[in-house]
């Protein structure tokens, strides 16, 4: 391979450009829940798929990503109060935590987006996203409260009817799609709020995918 | 299991603790009786029982409570009868108190109450200024009252002798009943009552405060508690304004009361002379519209609960203010609070009457964060489970969802009806447990209208859990509890929700039921998942419960088996969800790793490095003068060797007059890494054997703490690998400490200890170990024990790391604090117009000093040792300053700088001090504390290696008040030991030390040293003391025995050897002088003799607390010849007893072998072949 040829690095898996800004357990649980470990997927450096992916000049650009999803998060659980009240060094510290893979360092400081008024039972809303990789939309996102009006928990099952209720519903008796957080399936009767708190990726989203299950 | 006590007790009275270390709420261990209230403290509990009688619960130790009587015979003598007791008519008595005014014949002396027991009978002390004597033990003088002198002289007419006897206090682990009050004014029943003033002052030891309150609102206060009168000795009434129905005593000088009105009382004029304080002031209640129910204070904090249960914070309080300015409205309904240690605080929340601790209480956030609810499970298996929370709260099981009865649920009905109708369904019981707590009209009110309320919530909240996987479930776990109550309905309801084994139901018992609960409580019943049940509580005290913010506690998830997988989630269960859910998430989680993630543990790394640069910008302590931190680039280049061996180098590049320079040093030829850590700078030190000969390592500086703790991990870890190190210490480790508290350990190699040629020791190398001990003893075989600043002592735990390693150098390793205390001192002149005043003289030293009077500190600039330290409390007057003090704290002297004394003289000019502020460090180590004694000394025998794990090794420890311990059960595979022997002495010890064969020698706090008779593996405890005396004019200090040999060093800084010691003689005949400027002595199994000494000199610098080694140690000649200087300074302990690696015999090597290695590997085949 000549040096000319080498365009931007990106990775494809079956045919489908992976998104480098989605967290890669998200990625392998949407495309590949099914296929055996390790998971090979293919290194690209020509043809950027300009459409499907966005550009990654640097690594700066996966932090900024990284930590406007942080305040979008927080904006929805706290209207961003927490984020902002916080020092330009705790988002450093946020940030560097995740790269060096470094646990503590990180939760020192997401321990505090995690936190909520007690008399408040919840976050404002849950921060969460639904990928179907049936559907044309990329995810789906909207305003949801933890907490019904008469002060019950929502769980998974009242966020599914809510937003995507194809993927809760029956036909035949027959589960049609599995709903599926970092590799598992919780039960659906799981509240949401215990779920963005335990089991929201660094970005402080519920990423959960919902798959179809194959008929064969 | 080590671990300080939360009390609680539930409603039904039957008292329960939970351990900081355990995640269980035990049933106490005397559980007779069922108590109203209970008030903790470390060392015991008081209670009021439902027999309205007080009672105290004191912690067994090892060392027995045991108090000195003591009284005098007095003789007279006259020409007929010598020395007789027929006394002058103007005499004292034959027998007397120490002053004669008393008289106290043997008979005279009573038990106290029935919780004490004598020892042993009366005997003479012989004992005089420390030295035995065979005269009987008399002192003559020439009349009553005189001097006493131990030698009888011609005008000696009159003599006496003091008689001991002992008195142990017995009842401990148990509750004993406080004797009721003979004289002066009968308290009526008491309802309330709350112990501490603990912090308030050292002397007596043990002193506590403990206040009460009697049914009529009458307060009571309870004098002469301490440590050698538990039971404290007669009760006195404290007049107040009002009728108080509740009071809370803090561990230094607050005691708040509430009033039957709802206002609050605050006592004042608490100190150190006046432990009972002088007056009342109210303080109005936090709301307006209702009163205070409830309060409790700690050290510089009080909580209050009102009326509708709203908690309140006050804020201002301090010192000079027990009343504080103002009332803050916190989150939470409660029913109680309890204060503890360190200001944290519990509560009893009121919707389900579950223990909630208030998270995130630190000093600088007294009110702390958030309520977290107590998970813990309770283990009372044993119990009968007819008063079972559960049965209470209306939950039985059945075959079929029912809408719930009002009969059921009891609503309108106080506690003790319901109680009523249990009895009716639970026809087998035979003990009928009715509910004490409810006599009381506060509680009883408190269980009547929360728990009809509770229980519908329960019912209400459960309906909305039902999800159609639990139907499943359910059906099925009802259709087997129904199967068991068909065949198990002609024993009646009794049932337990713990085991389902005993899950009966009688068909007619009851009728409600929530299907849901049952399908939850039956997993539970499998594995223990979760809270089994959910018990509701109606008091919690947490005086004795020692925990910090910093703390990991295991309260909140009672998990553990899954949790591993999760334990960086913060688990915030509410018993009502543990539910089906959690479980299987976990499950899914944990499988999903073992899918995902064990099964590709053997994959390599896909990135391997050979060489590899880490860079950083540093301070640099330059070496040329003026010395001063110059700014350098620091880079570690690491390689790997041919061999796959790692290598590396360290670069320092510096400018020097405008050229640029580097200082270099291999990673293999460094010799320790030492830290050192001051509220300016994060610094740590560098050593090679070149840089310790000259007394000047390479000093470096970070900008941050975290970049320096980076580099020292760093490179810590590349030097280890070089010198191929890993994993734990050997057994033979040579141990140490620093006067930072640091520890580290070198691993000998066997031609350490060769003679002629042995290793030099500043080639060996040091890795240092996470804790913070002040010292630490080894001995055989790997056994290790160290005892931190505030005397507690800890037992190695067989890992390393921890401190600033982080995860993957760290086995083993949990959490350690440690305490100790800053001192400043406040000095004043005398001037004729004012007195002492804090006006000084020009040339005075800084009116708030440091111990030399060079640096001022004082109070607000003095900060905690270094950024690991944090403050614990506020700055006091130290009254146990050497040297003592009047009853203000002062020491006089005739000008500074002078020898100082407590008491004041027509000719001081001067006087000063001693304030103490406590400091806290929190860290990391591989160590578990041995509680609860406290030590002043440790030892272990120093053995072979080749024995046997089980066997048995003798450990020895002076504890802190001076007592003689001997630690039993300790093996290699419990290191730690059972528990303590105490061994009687008539003064108190501080140094002790025991050799290879069982010689036992001791250090007494007079400065002269014991030997201990007849220690043997079959009597581990030896049988009496020998008298030896110290060297002339000088008081021992410590004292370590080796094989044969026995060293002491005394208060000036001399090393004696012990001369003429032989097997039938073992208390030897002679001190030697060995050397002077030593500090400590160990000497080891192999009789090879180690020091910390001061004053030694480098060619650069001079050190103090250097390691030393004694050279020329033969058997024929034990004292050796010439010292070889080691790691220093800073050094402040070692111990070498553990190593009994022999050098591999060489004969004496011939003139031409002088240039041999000096190393010592060569010596031993050299020597093989020169020797023939």
Same mark, same amino acid.
């Given at each position: 391979?000549?040096?000319?040829?080498?365009?931007?690095?990106?990775?494809?898996?079956?045919?489908?450009?992976?998104?480098?800004?989605?967290?890669?357990?998200?990625?392998?649980?949407?495309?590949?829940?099914?296929?055996?470990?390790?998971?090979?997927?293919?290194?690209?450096?020509?043809?950027?798929?300009?459409?499907?992916?966005?550009?990654?000049?640097?690594?700066?650009?996966?932090?900024?990503?990284?930590?406007?999803?942080?305040?979008?998060?927080?904006?929805?659980?706290?209207?961003?109060?927490?984020?902002?009240?916080?020092?330009?060094?705790?988002?450093?510290?946020?940030?560097?935590?995740?790269?060096?893979?470094?646990?503590?360092?990180?939760?020192?400081?997401?321990?505090?987006?995690?936190?909520?008024?007690?008399?408040?039972?919840?976050?404002?809303?849950?921060?969460?996203?639904?990928?179907?990789?049936?559907?044309?939309?990329?995810?789906?996102?909207?305003?949801?409260?933890?907490?019904?009006?008469?002060?019950?928990?929502?769980?998974?099952?009242?966020?599914?009817?809510?937003?995507?209720?194809?993927?809760?519903?029956?036909?035949?008796?027959?589960?049609?799609?599995?709903?599926?957080?970092?590799?598992?399936?919780?039960?659906?009767?799981?509240?949401?709020?215990?779920?963005?708190?335990?089991?929201?990726?660094?970005?402080?989203?519920?990423?959960?995918?919902?798959?179809?299950?194959?008929?064969? | 299991?080590?671990?300080?006590?939360?009390?609680? $007790?539930?409603?039904?009275?039957?008292?329960?603790?939970?351990?900081?270390?355990?995640?269980?709420?035990?049933?106490?261990?005397?559980?007779?009786?069922?108590?109203?209230?209970?008030?903790?403290?470390?060392?015991?509990?008081?209670?009021?029982?439902?027999?309205?009688?007080?009672?105290?619960?004191?912690?067994?130790?090892?060392?027995?409570?045991?108090?000195?009587?003591?009284?005098?015979?007095?003789?007279?003598?006259?020409?007929?009868?010598?020395?007789?007791?027929?006394?002058?008519?103007?005499?004292?008595?034959?027998?007397?108190?120490?002053?004669?005014?008393?008289?106290?014949?043997?008979?005279?002396?009573?038990?106290?109450?029935?919780?004490?027991?004598?020892?042993?009978?009366?005997?003479?002390?012989?004992?005089?200024?420390?030295?035995?004597?065979?005269?009987?033990?008399?002192?003559?003088?020439?009349?009553?009252?005189?001097?006493?002198?131990?030698?009888?002289?011609?005008?000696?007419?009159?003599?006496?002798?003091?008689?001991?006897?002992?008195?142990?206090?017995?009842?401990?682990?148990?509750?004993?009943?406080?004797?009721?009050?003979?004289?002066?004014?009968?308290?009526?029943?008491?309802?309330?009552?709350?112990?501490?003033?603990?912090?308030?002052?050292?002397?007596?030891?043990? =002193?506590?405060?403990?206040?009460?309150?009697?049914?009529?609102?009458?307060?009571?206060?309870?004098?002469?508690?301490?440590?050698?009168?538990?039971?404290?000795?007669?009760?006195?009434?404290?007049?107040?304004?009002?009728?108080? *129905?509740?009071?809370?005593?803090?561990?230094?000088?607050?005691?708040?009361?509430?009033?039957?009105?709802?206002?609050?009382?605050?006592?004042?004029?608490?100190?150190?002379?006046?432990?009972?304080?002088?007056?009342?002031?109210?303080?109005?209640?936090?709301?307006?519209?209702?009163?205070?129910?409830?309060?409790?204070?700690?050290?510089?904090?009080?909580?209050?609960?009102?009326?509708?249960?709203?908690?309140?914070?006050?804020?201002?309080?301090?010192?000079?203010?027990?009343?504080?300015?103002?009332?803050?409205?916190?989150?939470?309904?409660?029913?109680?609070?309890?204060?503890?240690?360190?200001?944290?605080?519990?509560?009893?929340?009121?919707?389900?009457?579950?223990?909630?601790?208030?998270?995130?209480?630190?000093?600088?956030?007294?009110?702390?964060?958030?309520?977290?609810?107590?998970?813990?499970?309770? #283990?009372?298996?044993?119990?009968?489970?007819?008063?079972?929370?559960?049965?209470?709260?209306?939950?039985?099981?059945?075959?079929?969802?029912?809408?719930?009865?009002?009969?059921?649920?009891?609503?309108?009905?106080?506690?003790?009806?319901?109680?009523?109708?249990?009895?009716?369904?639970?026809?087998?019981?035979?003990?009928?447990?009715?509910?004490?707590?409810?006599?009381?009209?506060?509680?009883?009110?408190?269980?009547?209208?929360?728990?009809?309320?509770?229980?519908?919530?329960?019912?209400?909240?459960?309906?909305?859990?039902?999800?159609?996987?639990?139907?499943?479930?359910?059906?099925?776990?009802?259709?087997?509890?129904?199967?068991?109550?068909?065949?198990?309905?002609?024993?009646?309801?009794?049932?337990?929700? *713990? #085991?389902?084994?005993?899950?009966?139901?009688?068909?007619?018992?009851?009728?409600?039921?929530?299907?849901?609960?049952?399908?939850?409580? @039956?997993?539970?019943?499998?594995?223990?998942?979760?809270?089994?049940?959910?018990?509701?509580?109606?008091?919690?005290?947490?005086?004795?419960?020692?925990?910090?913010?910093?703390?990991?506690?295991?309260?909140?998830?009672?998990?553990?088996?899954?949790?591993?997988?999760?334990?960086?989630?913060?688990?915030?269960?509410?018993?009502?969800?543990?539910?089906?859910?959690?479980?299987?998430?976990?499950?899914?989680?944990?499988?999903?790793?073992?899918?995902?993630?064990?099964?590709?543990?053997?994959?390599?790394?896909?990135?391997?490095?050979?060489?590899?640069?880490?860079?950083?910008?540093?301070?640099?302590?330059?070496?040329?003068?003026?010395?001063?931190? $110059?700014?350098?680039?620091?880079?570690?280049?690491?390689?790997?060797?041919?061999?796959?061996?790692?290598?590396?180098?360290?670069?320092?590049?510096?400018?020097?007059?405008?050229?640029?320079?580097?200082?270099?040093?291999?990673?293999?030829?460094?010799?320790?890494?030492?830290?050192?850590?001051?509220?300016?700078?994060?610094?740590?030190?560098?050593?090679?054997?070149?840089?310790?000969?000259?007394?000047?390592?390479?000093?470096?500086?970070?900008?941050?703490?975290?970049?320096?703790?980076?580099?020292?991990?760093?490179?810590?870890?590349?030097?280890?690998?070089?010198?191929?190190?890993?994993?734990?210490?050997?057994?033979?480790?040579?141990?140490?400490?620093?006067?930072?508290?640091?520890?580290?350990?070198?691993?000998?190699?066997?031609?350490?200890?060769?003679?002629?040629?042995?290793?030099?020791?500043?080639?060996?190398?040091?890795?240092?170990?996470?804790?913070?001990?002040?010292?630490?003893?080894?001995?055989?075989?790997?056994?290790?024990?160290?005892?931190?600043?505030?005397?507690?002592?800890?037992?190695?735990?067989?890992?390393?790391?921890?401190?600033?390693?982080?995860?993957?150098?760290?086995? @083993?390793?949990?959490?350690?604090?440690?305490?100790?205390?800053?001192?400043?001192?406040?000095?004043?002149?005398? @001037?004729?117009?004012?007195?002492? &005043?804090?006006?000084?003289?020009?040339?005075?030293?800084?009116?708030?000093?440091?111990?030399?009077?060079?640096?001022?500190?004082?109070?607000?600039?003095?900060?905690?040792?270094?950024?690991?330290?944090?403050?614990?409390?506020?700055?006091?007057?130290?009254?146990?300053?050497?040297?003592?003090?009047?009853?203000?704290?002062?020491?006089?002297?005739?000008?500074?700088?002078?020898?100082?004394?407590?008491?004041?003289?027509?000719?001081?000019?001067?006087?000063?001090?001693?304030?103490?502020?406590?400091?806290?460090?929190?860290?990391?180590?591989?160590?578990?504390?041995?509680?609860?004694?406290?030590?002043?000394?440790?030892?272990?025998?120093?053995?072979?290696?080749?024995?046997?794990?089980?066997?048995?090794?003798?450990?020895?420890?002076?504890?802190?008040?001076?007592?003689?311990?001997?630690?039993?059960?300790?093996?290699?595979?419990?290191?730690?030991?059972?528990?303590?022997?105490?061994?009687?002495?008539?003064?108190?010890?501080? &140094?002790?030390?025991?050799?290879?064969?069982?010689?036992?020698?001791?250090?007494?706090?007079?400065?002269?040293?014991?030997?201990?008779? &007849?220690?043997?593996?079959?009597?581990?405890?030896? #049988?009496?003391?020998? !008298?030896?005396?110290?060297?002339?004019?000088?008081?021992?200090?410590?004292?370590?025995?080796? =094989?044969?040999?026995?060293?002491?060093?005394?208060?000036?800084?001399?090393?004696?050897?012990?001369?003429?010691?032989?097997? &039938?003689?073992?208390?030897?005949?002679?001190?030697? !002088?060995?050397?002077?400027?030593?500090?400590?002595?160990?000497?080891?199994?192999?009789?090879?003799?180690?020091?910390?000494?001061?004053?030694?000199?480098?060619? !650069?610098?001079?050190?103090?607390?250097?390691?030393?080694?004694?050279?020329?140690?033969?058997?024929?000649?034990?004292?050796?010849?010439?010292?070889?200087?080691?790691?220093?300074?800073?050094?402040? !302990?070692?111990?070498?007893?553990? @190593?009994?690696?022999?050098?591999?015999?060489?004969?004496?090597?011939?003139?031409?072998?002088?240039?041999?290695?000096?190393?010592?590997?060569?010596?031993?085949?050299?020597?093989?072949?020169?020797?023939?």
């Amino acid at each position: 391979m000549k040096p000319e040829d080498i365009g931007e690095m990106w990775f494809e898996y079956e045919g489908t450009p992976l998104k480098w800004h989605y967290p890669i357990g998200l990625l392998f649980d949407l495309h590949a829940s099914h296929t055996a470990l390790p998971w090979s997927i293919t290194v690209h450096f020509k043809d950027f798929p300009e459409k499907d992916l966005l550009h990654c000049p640097s690594n700066s650009v996966i932090e900024a990503h990284f930590m406007s999803s942080i305040k979008e998060a927080d904006a929805l659980k706290h209207k961003g109060q927490v984020i902002n009240e916080m020092q330009k060094k705790d988002h450093k510290q946020l940030w560097m935590g995740l790269q060096n893979d470094k646990f503590d360092q990180f939760w020192a400081i997401n321990r505090k987006l995690m936190e909520y008024p007690a008399e408040e039972g919840g976050f404002r809303y849950i921060p969460f996203r639904i990928y179907q990789t049936v559907s044309e939309r990329p995810f789906i996102q909207k305003l949801f409260r933890p907490i019904t009006a008469e002060g019950q928990p929502h769980t998974l099952i009242d966020l599914l009817k809510e937003v995507s209720p194809f993927a809760v519903s029956q036909g035949g008796g027959e589960k049609k799609y599995q709903v599926v957080i970092h590799g598992i399936e919780p039960m659906l009767e799981t509240p949401v709020q215990w779920l963005s708190e335990h089991l929201s990726y660094p970005d402080n989203f519920l990423h959960i995918s919902v798959i179809p299950i194959s008929t064969d | 299991m080590p671990g300080s006590l939360l009390w609680v $007790i539930d409603i039904y009275g039957r008292v329960y603790t939970l351990s900081t270390a355990g995640q269980i709420w035990e049933l106490c261990r005397d559980g007779r009786l069922e108590f109203k209230r209970v008030t903790a403290t470390e060392p015991c509990c008081w209670g009021i029982a439902s027999d309205h009688q007080v009672y105290v619960y004191v912690h067994s130790s090892e060392v027995p409570i045991r108090y000195q009587e003591e009284t005098f015979e007095n003789q007279r003598w006259n020409p007929v009868d010598g020395f007789c007791d027929r006394l002058l008519p103007s005499d004292r008595w034959q027998w007397s108190d120490i002053t004669g005014l008393v008289h106290q014949p043997l008979d005279s002396f009573h038990l106290p109450s029935e919780h004490w027991e004598w020892e042993a009978d009366w005997y003479v002390d012989e004992n005089i200024d420390g030295d035995p004597t065979e005269k009987g033990g008399w002192t003559y003088a020439i009349d009553f009252p005189a001097t006493y002198t131990k030698d009888k002289k011609w005008n000696s007419c009159v003599r006496r002798r003091r008689w001991i006897r002992y008195r142990r206090y017995k009842s401990r682990d148990t509750w004993a009943k406080v004797p009721s009050q003979n004289a002066g004014p009968l308290p009526d029943p008491f309802s309330d009552l709350s112990v501490g003033g603990w912090d308030i002052t050292e002397e007596p030891m043990g =002193r506590l405060s403990l206040w009460a309150v009697s049914l009529q609102g009458k307060v009571w206060y309870r004098e002469g508690i301490c440590h050698h009168n538990p039971e404290g000795s007669s009760w006195e009434e404290v007049s107040t304004p009002g009728e108080v *129905v509740q009071i809370s005593c803090g561990p230094s000088d607050l005691v708040w009361a509430v009033m039957w009105e709802g206002q609050l009382l605050v006592r004042e004029g608490i100190s150190r002379e006046n432990p009972k304080g002088s007056s009342w002031v109210v303080v109005e209640s936090p709301s307006s519209e209702v009163g205070a129910v409830h309060v409790s204070v700690g050290v510089s904090v009080v909580w209050a609960v009102t009326k509708d249960r709203k908690v309140w914070f006050r804020r201002g309080i301090n010192s000079h203010n027990p009343c504080g300015t103002g009332w803050i409205g916190m989150v939470g309904e409660m029913v109680m609070l309890s204060v503890g240690v360190n200001d944290q605080v519990w509560g009893i929340s009121c919707d389900d009457r579950a223990i909630c601790f208030r998270q995130g209480v630190t000093s600088n956030e007294l009110s702390g964060k958030t309520w977290r609810v107590i998970t813990a499970a309770r #283990d009372d298996r044993s119990q009968a489970s007819s008063a079972n929370s559960l049965a209470s709260a209306g939950c039985f099981f059945s075959g079929e969802v029912q809408v719930p009865t009002e009969t059921s649920i009891m609503s309108d009905t106080g506690s003790s009806s319901e109680a009523e109708a249990q009895q009716d369904t639970d026809g087998e019981t035979a003990k009928i447990r009715i509910p004490k707590v409810t006599s009381d009209s506060f509680i009883s009110d408190l269980v009547s209208d929360k728990e009809t309320k509770l229980n519908r919530r329960m019912l209400e909240g459960a309906i909305p859990e039902e999800g159609p996987p639990l139907e499943q479930e359910s059906s099925k776990a009802a259709g087997e509890t129904a199967t068991n109550a068909a065949c198990r309905t002609s024993r009646g309801p009794q049932w337990s929700n *713990v #085991d389902l084994e005993e899950a009966q139901v009688g068909s007619d018992a009851t009728d409600s039921s929530s299907l849901s609960s049952v399908a939850t409580y @039956n997993f539970g019943l499998e594995d223990q998942y979760g809270v089994d049940e959910h018990p509701l509580w109606a008091w919690v005290c947490g005086g004795g419960c020692v925990v910090d913010a910093h703390m990991p506690l295991n309260w909140f998830n009672s998990t553990s088996a899954l949790a591993t997988s999760l334990q960086s989630m913060s688990l915030s269960i509410t018993p009502a969800q543990t539910a089906v859910w959690r479980k299987q998430i976990f499950e899914q989680l944990s499988e999903r790793t073992k899918r995902e993630v064990d099964s590709f543990r053997h994959y390599e790394q896909a990135v391997e490095q050979s060489v590899w640069v880490k860079k950083g910008n540093m301070q640099w302590w330059r070496d040329w003068k003026p010395n001063k931190w $110059i700014d350098v680039q620091f880079a570690l280049e690491q390689f790997s060797g041919a061999e796959g061996n790692r290598d590396g180098i360290l670069f320092i590049y510096y400018m020097f007059n405008d050229e640029k320079k580097y200082l270099h040093a291999f990673i293999n030829e460094v010799t320790i890494l030492v830290p050192v850590v001051s509220d300016t700078k994060h610094t740590f030190a560098i050593y090679t054997p070149e840089r310790t000969k000259q007394r000047w390592p390479i000093r470096l500086a970070a900008t941050t703490e975290q970049e320096m703790y980076d580099w020292l991990t760093l490179l810590s870890l590349s030097c280890n690998e070089s010198q191929g190190i890993q994993g734990a210490p050997s057994k033979h480790a040579i141990w140490s400490t620093t006067c930072k508290g640091d520890i580290f350990v070198s691993e000998p190699i066997p031609s350490l200890e060769a003679s002629p040629y042995p290793l030099p020791c500043d080639q060996m190398y040091w890795r240092q170990i996470g804790g913070h001990l002040h010292l630490v003893e080894c001995g055989g075989p790997g056994i290790v024990w160290g005892i931190g600043y505030n005397h507690t002592a800890w037992v190695y735990s067989g890992g390393y790391g921890g401190g600033f390693f982080q995860g993957l150098s760290s086995s @083993n390793v949990h959490p350690q604090t440690d305490v100790k205390n800053v001192y400043i001192y406040e000095n004043q002149r005398w @001037n004729p117009v004012t007195g002492y &005043s804090s006006r000084g003289l020009p040339t005075d030293r800084f009116m708030w000093s440091d111990i030399s009077g060079l640096q001022e500190c004082t109070k607000t600039n003095t900060k905690p040792p270094s950024p690991l330290w944090i403050w614990v409390s506020d700055w006091s007057i130290d009254y146990n300053s050497p040297g003592g003090t009047d009853r203000e704290g002062w020491q006089y002297a005739t000008d500074f700088p002078a020898t100082y004394h407590g008491h004041k003289t027509i000719k001081d000019f001067v006087r000063r001090r001693r304030w103490a502020r406590k400091s806290k460090i929190s860290t990391t180590g591989p160590w578990l504390e041995v509680p609860p004694i406290t030590l002043w000394d440790i030892t272990i025998q120093p053995c072979s290696s080749s024995r046997s794990p089980e066997e048995h090794v003798s450990v020895w420890g002076i504890s802190n008040k001076g007592d003689v311990l001997c630690r039993l059960g300790v093996t290699q595979q419990t290191p730690e030991g059972t528990s303590w022997l105490h061994v009687g002495t008539d003064q108190p010890f501080k &140094s002790i030390s025991l050799g290879s064969c069982n010689q036992l020698w001791a250090v007494a706090r007079d400065g002269s040293a014991f030997y201990r008779g &007849s220690v043997s593996p079959h009597s581990p405890a030896g #049988d009496c003391w020998y !008298h030896i005396p110290s060297p002339a004019r000088q008081k021992l200090l410590q004292v370590s025995v080796g =094989r044969t040999s026995v060293y002491a060093v005394d208060e000036n800084g001399n090393l004696w050897y012990r001369h003429g010691l032989t097997p &039938s003689y073992p208390q030897g005949s002679s001190w030697e !002088h060995i050397s002077n400027n030593v500090r400590k002595v160990s000497v080891g199994p192999l009789d090879q003799v180690w020091i910390i000494a001061d004053k030694v000199q480098g060619s !650069h610098s001079l050190s103090c607390g250097t390691v030393c080694h004694r050279l020329g140690v033969q058997p024929m000649d034990p004292k050796g010849q010439s010292w070889d200087y080691g790691i220093g300074g800073g050094w402040d !302990h070692i111990s070498v007893r553990a @190593n009994s690696q022999e050098a591999p015999r060489i004969s004496l090597p011939l003139a031409s072998d002088k240039s041999m290695n000096p190393r010592g590997e060569a010596p031993a085949i050299n020597g093989r072949v020169v020797g023939c």
